[in-house]
């Protein structure tokens, strides 16, 4: 009778990886990244909105300090830095949830320019006057939701926790439900993200990103 030995389970598991074709082992460690950046930056959610959630009064009327100085017209420009989260009140249309290392600029009621960074936005449906955000890879247009917006040099990435979102730019435009996500770069139509929750080793890796 075979026995297996310590180990085995292991070995078979990496040659299984290594049978994989590099740019699919490539795919994989860019998606478990970014599945590691997801959880972290929940993480950091988690605990700004608990703070956000008792604090909310007092936050709002430091918020309106900070902001005051750094006007310019109808614009509010709002920059944190590492550890720093704000909210930034959107008036009857919501508010916007930001997070570190942020720069975004509230041009109208119903325009949020995301510079780099993120922010969880909770809007409201407003006949005839969509809420947008603008990043340098694409325009949100929100449908009355709670949604998340990331940008960085690498372009857009856009989750939906509530609700509907339109992702568009030139290239093509896709419409987001809740759970979805599409990640957008700059010169490129938006595609679909698919969640990664586990990584096969012993077969063909699936495609994890499609248009």
């Known amino acids: 009778m075979d026995t297996e030995r310590p180990g085995d389970g292991d070995e078979r598991l990496r040659l299984g990886a290594l049978a994989l074709r590099q740019p699919q082992r490539n795919a994989i460690g860019d998606r478990l990244e970014a599945a590691a950046r997801t959880r972290q930056l929940r993480r950091r959610w988690s605990r700004a909105l608990v703070g956000a959630a008792v604090l909310a009064s007092a936050a709002a009327a430091v918020l309106l300090v900070r902001l005051g100085s750094d006007r310019a017209g109808s614009v509010t420009h709002l920059r944190t830095t590492a550890g720093d989260f704000q909210l930034l009140p959107l008036g009857e249309r919501g508010v916007a949830f930001v997070s570190e290392e942020t720069d975004v600029e509230l041009q109208s009621p119903a325009v949020l320019r995301l510079n780099r960074g993120s922010v ?35 372009g857009t990435e856009v989750r939906v926790v509530r609700g509907e979102v339109e992702v568009r730019n030139p290239q093509g435009r896709r419409r987001l439900w809740p759970r979805e996500a599409a990640r957008v770069r700059a010169g490129e139509a938006p595609r679909m993200v698919v969640p990664v929750s586990s990584v096969v080793v012993d077969g063909p890796a699936e495609i994890l990103e499609r248009r």
């Open 120 to 154: 969880r936005l909770v809007v409201r449906r407003h006949q005839g006057q969509p809420f947008v955000v603008i990043t340098r890879a694409a325009e949100v247009e929100v449908l009355g939701t709670e949604f998340d917006v990331t940008a960085s040099e690498r």
